[in-house]
């Protein structure tokens, strides 16, 4: 069955200390990738795409890379301000124009 | 300013009695899209549309009704809602099918 995961479920961090999320994927025909952070109560708000496996984009402390399985999500330096709930999406040929989302990773980051 | 507007921000109803949840987008967007977020689920797709007159089911669609008579506008119909419909819905609007999507703020909806 295709799927989208995301580990860990939550994470706390001291801020200054970097860390990874992972959004593991089982689909065929993979179209894009996508990550979106969550503040709560408020909707997602895009951070990245991701097309093809080698791929990598940063903004500020994010950077995402992409492979055939996986996609990461690295926080450099983490600030109390990256506290969020981090989703990832898939699109894929066989999904048609539908996105599935990942369950995400809370992530709290402590002065 | 570019956004996803969504009204009521929060509706309690009772069973049985018809709603409808307006979207409307200002960024001339193609795609629209309908989510529903529950604890420990996450998001899921209801409903999408890839352009006016244009609409498909996403992957819990049912009990759920749209329309896309506009390009700006994407409401949600809910025919005959029931307590498990209870949730947080978001729309949300991107410039084309594979490309970053803008949701809007939420619409908290009680069923009793």
Redesign the interface.
């Known amino acids: 069955e295709d799927q989208v995961t995301q580990s860990p479920e939550a994470l706390r961090l001291q801020e200054g200390e970097s860390s990874s999320l992972n959004c593991s994927y089982t689909v065929s025909g993979l179209?894009?990738l996508?990550w979106?952070r969550q503040d709560p109560?408020?909707?997602?708000?895009?951070l990245f795409?991701l097309y093809s496996a080698g791929e990598e984009k940063e903004k500020e402390r994010l950077k995402a890379t992409l492979t055939k399985k996986e996609s990461f999500l690295h926080i450099t330096a983490p600030k109390p301000e990256d506290s969020a709930t981090y989703?990832c999406?898939v699109?894929a040929w066989n999904y048609?124009?539908?996105?599935?989302?990942?369950?995400?990773t809370r992530l709290s980051v402590l002065p | 300013e570019a956004q996803?507007t969504q009204n009521p921000r929060y509706l309690i109803t009772v069973t049985g009695k018809k709603l409808t949840v307006t979207c409307s987008q200002n960024m001339n967007h193609e795609?629209m899209?309908w989510?529903r977020q529950d604890p420990?689920?996450?998001?899921?797709?209801i409903y999408?549309s890839?352009n006016v007159e244009v609409t498909?089911k996403?992957?819990v669609p049912e009990g759920y009704k749209v329309s896309r008579k506009e390009k700006r506008n994407f409401p949600l119909i809910l025919e005959s809602p029931s307590p498990n419909q209870t949730s947080l819905y978001?729309c949300?609007s991107s410039p084309t099918?594979?490309?970053?999507?803008?949701?809007?703020?939420?619409t908290r909806l009680t069923v009793v």
Request: glycine share 22%; charged share 15%; proline share 4%.
């Open positions: 179209r894009g996508f979106y109560g408020k909707g997602p708000e895009f795409t989703l999406a699109q048609g124009q539908n996105f599935v989302f990942g369950p995400g | 996803v795609y899209s989510y420990g689920l996450g998001l899921r797709q999408y890839m498909d996403g992957d978001f949300a099918v594979n490309t970053e999507a803008f949701f809007g703020q939420g």
